[in-house]
């Protein structure tokens, strides 16, 4: 029998024997059906096989043991832990492992377009790239971290891996699929949220040739030049978006795909239809001087892709899911409403007032489950990040559009039409009130989230200081108007700046290179901190217990 012994100055104790029971009833605990399970007890010659190399003496102090075994650990979690420059996936070898070394390009062709043909002629690189995606990202128990790069994304992953304004920064426990230091090709970099711009510059046509037309401003004689110049604008802004997204959709359907699962982008796949409708409404004079209705055709190739958009999402909205209202809502999901009480605007305009009401009729009732769902903040609700309060704004488009909509529809601004304008000039003095939340922010083509919500509620003004005629309603409207023109003017700039002199306008794409889960495994520090308590007590408890057998001898002795 091995002999212990302890005087009242010693502080030694045998680590490596706390160690072996510890880890064999940890084992016992995970595995309970393993029927071979070491026995810890051993005196053996061998004993010392049977245990990982530890880089200590068989007897140190307690403290020492310790602090060894937390440097191990801690050397461990480190090797363990992802890169956070994206490199994990950063590409491919020509033999189709993936590159975890530096100095190499990313494989961009996995957000490409994937085609039938091209699927069918590289199907078995593709099979052999999978299975070393696979094998590269399989666990020590053989568990697989990400199914596939090209699955869909839940919309709790995205919440879970990305912060910002428009929820398009990666976290810094999150690995993306792509290399963040090289710079990503243009198409993979722009984003849907360029038709922001396209709706900021819109609604500017509409605000235009309300200045011009209306009665309550007539006396400050505003050619409706303006209007024309700023409507030719807009058409040549949001042509040129177009067609650039359209490319992107041709040659990255992939990532086009990963934008619209995206739950704060989709709704801005809503937008190029709400500004069509816009350019619409807002036609110059000079195109249709004696037209009083537009031709219905108008009406059913803008509303029509809105309307069956609409109809997926309200479904998943309404249906649950991962994808219910109380999961995805953020303010941009105003866009996936405003657009119902614009195209109700173009229906009148085209005579149909009955589809008009309809529309008026949908998209409030889904603005008011809207509004409360974001106003009262559910426990099951994805928790939003403090930097998406820029695009708060978005809360005074849809009662503001609503406020129009039916002074368009009805033709007088009566009771209804003016609750819808007071909840929207509440909501646009309650977010000015704390102007502090749009500040300190970096620029992004997100910021055009401010002027087509403000833009709407000017329009609103003057249509209320039609009905209610007077110099506070008249100043109200003048006011607001510019507020929203000087918005756009300093937006405009500084987007040029950004896009041509400084090149920052269009950052690497980050949001789209998420994965499909977190690749690094949940670490659990409590467990290593549990195991050094357990060592400490039993080892405490031998120390002790071996005192008193050696007290026990000496007094025989005597």
Avoid at 6 to 35: C, M, R, W, Y
Avoid at 152 to 178: H, M, Q, T
Avoid at 236 to 252: A, G, N, P, R
């Amino acid at each position: 029998m091995e002999r212990k012994q302890s005087n009242g100055h010693s502080t030694f104790a045998d680590i490596n024997e706390v160690e072996d029971e510890a880890e064999q009833e940890l084992q016992q605990q995970e595995n309970k059906n393993n029927n071979n399970k070491r026995f810890s007890g051993n005196r053996g010659p061998n004993r010392g096989k049977q245990r990982p190399f530890r880089g200590f003496s068989r007897q140190v102090s307690l403290e020492t043991g310790f602090s060894v075994l937390n440097r191990e650990s801690r050397e461990r979690d480190d090797k363990k832990s992802l890169p956070r420059s994206g490199r994990s996936f950063g590409g491919f070898e020509s033999g189709g492992i993936i590159n975890g070394g530096d100095g190499r390009k990313g494989d961009f062709s996995m957000f490409r377009t994937k085609s039938t043909l091209s699927k069918q002629k590289s199907l078995l690189p593709s099979i052999i790239r999978e299975r070393d995606i696979e094998n590269s990202l399989r666990t020590e128990d053989g568990e697989t971290k990400d199914d596939s790069i090209n699955e869909n994304v839940s919309a709790g992953r995205y919440f879970a891996a990305l912060r910002g304004p428009e929820l398009d920064e990666v976290k810094d426990n999150e690995d993306i699929l792509l290399p963040k230091e090289e710079q990503w090709p243009f198409l993979l970099r722009f984003p849907i949220g360029c038709f922001g711009i396209c709706l900021g510059l819109s609604s500017q046509a509409v605000l235009w040739l309300a200045l011009a037309k209306s009665p309550a401003t007539n006396f400050l004689h505003i050619t409706p030049l303006i209007n024309l110049v700023v409507w030719l604008f807009s058409l040549v802004v949001l042509v040129s978006v177009s067609f650039t997204y359209i490319l992107k959709c041709i040659f990255y359907f992939e990532a086009v795909k990963r934008e619209y699962f995206h739950p704060v982008r989709v709704n801005f796949f809503f937008a190029p239809w709400v500004v069509c409708m816009f350019l619409a409404i807002s036609v110059p004079p000079v195109f249709s001087p004696n037209r009083k209705y537009l031709h219905p055709a108008i009406w059913c190739v803008f509303m029509g892709p809105y309307f069956f958009l609409e109809l997926k999402i309200y479904g998943q909205w309404l249906s649950g899911g991962k994808r219910r209202l109380c999961k995805v809502a953020n303010p941009s999901s105003h866009l996936s409403v405003v657009g119902n009480f614009v195209g109700a605007i173009l229906a009148s305009k085209v005579g149909w007032n009955e589809v008009a009401k309809f529309l008026w009729a949908v998209g409030f009732a889904h603005y008011l489950v809207v509004f409360v769902t974001l106003y009262q903040r559910l426990p099951t609700s994805e928790a939003l990040p403090k930097e998406l309060h820029p695009v708060y704004s978005m809360f005074i488009a849809a009662p503001s559009a609503a406020s129009i909509a039916w002074n368009t529809i009805y033709g007088q601004f009566d009771g209804c039409s003016r609750t819808c304008f007071f909840i929207a000039l509440f909501l646009y003095i309650s977010l000015v009130a704390r102007i502090n939340f749009f500040t300190g922010f970096k620029f992004s083509v997100a910021w055009w989230s401010y002027t087509f919500p403000m833009t709407t509620a000017s329009v609103a003004t003057i249509k209320y200081a039609e009905a209610v005629p007077g110099y506070p309603s008249r100043a109200l409207a003048l006011t607001l108007s510019f507020i929203s023109t000087v918005m756009v003017c300093v937006l405009f700039v500084s987007t040029l700046l950004h896009a041509f002199v400084w090149q920052t306008l269009f950052p690497n794409d980050l949001a789209i290179a998420i994965t499909k889960k977190k690749l690094t495994r949940e670490k659990k520090p409590f467990k290593r901190a549990y195991d050094l308590k357990r060592w400490t007590k039993h080892a405490l408890a031998k120390k002790i217990s071996a005192e008193k057998d050696f007290e026990a001898e000496e007094e025989s002795r005597h």
